[in-house]
C-alpha cells in the first residue's frame, strides 16, 4: 500500500490483527478453498505464519521493505514474500486464493484492485466494518455492490471489534469473503454496470420512477417486472438483490 517515509504501522495506515479467535476464524474459512494462496498487506505475519502451516503455496505482498525481509526470514520455503503494493501487484494469472487485512483508509480502492482481477476464486479480507456490511448488501447494497454482484457473492462472517487490532482504529473490522461465481449472472459486464450505474445516480422518487425516466422500459414492462420481482414501485436501487439486478439487465 501507499506510504510515507518511515514505514511505520501508522504511517502505512496499517491496523494488525492480534486477536487470536479472529486468527482462527480466517485460517477455517481459508481452509476450504483449494490451491495457492496470495495475502496482501501480511505486516509482520500474524496471519501468514498460521497460514503457512497448511503447506500451500503461499505468496505474501508487502510494502515495507523490512517488514518483508523479517517475515522471508520467518517464514518456511513455499512461502514467498514479494515487496510491493498490492495495488500495483500484478496478480497470478492462474487460479487462487485471496487474504488480506486491508487498511482502512484504502479499502475502496483495494476492493475495485480486487474485483477487477481476473484469477482468484475466493478472497477473504478484513475491512472496515461499514464497508464489509454494504459489500454484503445488509441494510442495502452500494453501487459497487451492485455492479459486481453478477460475478460475484459476498458473505459477511463477523464483526471484528477495534481492539482486536494494534494500533487500535477508531472503528470497527469485518470480516467478509468474495466469491466468484462459477456462471455469471450477467454476460456483459460494460453494458450491465452502464445500467447499474444509470439507476443508482438515476433520479426520482423510487425504483419505478426512476426506471421510468431512464426511458428503458415502457410503462407496461416496468410494471410486469416490478410485479414479477415482487419490488415495490417505492423501493430504492439499494433494496435490489443480485438476480432482480440481473433479471432487470436480461430485459433492458
Not at 117 to 139: C, F, I, K, S, Y
Amino acid at each position: 500500500m501507499p506510504s510515507s517515509a518511515g514505514g511505520g504501522p501508522r504511517e502505512l495506515g496499517q491496523n494488525f490483527l492480534v486477536d487470536r479467535s479472529m486468527i482462527s476464524t480466517i485460517e477455517e474459512l481459508v481452509a476450504r478453498t483449494d490451491g495457492p494462496i496470495v495475502e496482501i498487506g501480511p505486516g509482520d505475519g500474524a496471519l501468514t505464519v498460521p497460514l503457512s502451516r497448511s503447506g500451500r503455496c503461499l505468496t505474501a505482498v508487502e510494502i515495507d521493505p523490512k517488514r518483508a525481509r523479517r517475515l522471508q526470514r520467518r517464514t518456511p520455503e513455499h512461502v514467498a514474500v514479494v515487496n510491493a503494493d498490492m495495488l500495483r501487484y500484478r496478480f497470478p494469472r492462474s487460479p487462487h486464493v485471496l487474504v488480506g487485512n486491508l487498511p482502512f483508509h484504502l479499502t475502496t480502492a483495494a476492493l475495485k484492485r480486487i474485483l477487477a482481477a481476473q484469477h482468484w476464486q475466493t478472497a477473504v479480507l478484513l475491512v472496515q466494518w461499514e464497508v464489509a456490511r454494504r459489500r454484503a448488501g445488509v441494510g442495502g447494497a452500494s453501487m459497487l455492490t451492485a455492479s459486481w454482484w453478477p460475478w460475484y457473492e459476498f458473505t459477511l462472517h463477523a464483526r471484528v471489534p477495534a481492539r482486536s487490532f494494534r494500533p487500535v482504529p477508531t472503528v470497527d473490522g469485518g470480516l467478509l469473503t468474495m466469491t466468484r461465481r462459477a456462471r455469471p449472472l450477467v454476460s456483459d459486464r460494460t453494458s450491465y454496470q452502464r445500467l447499474v450505474r444509470e439507476v443508482f445516480t438515476g433520479r426520482g422518487h423510487g425504483l419505478r420512477e426512476i426506471l421510468a425516466r431512464t426511458g428503458r422500459l415502457d410503462r407496461g414492462t416496468l410494471r410486469e417486472w416490478l410485479h414479477g420481482n415482487h419490488v415495490s414501485p417505492q423501493a430504492l436501487p439499494k433494496d435490489l438483490t443480485a438476480q432482480q439486478w440481473a433479471s432487470l439487465w436480461h430485459l433492458t
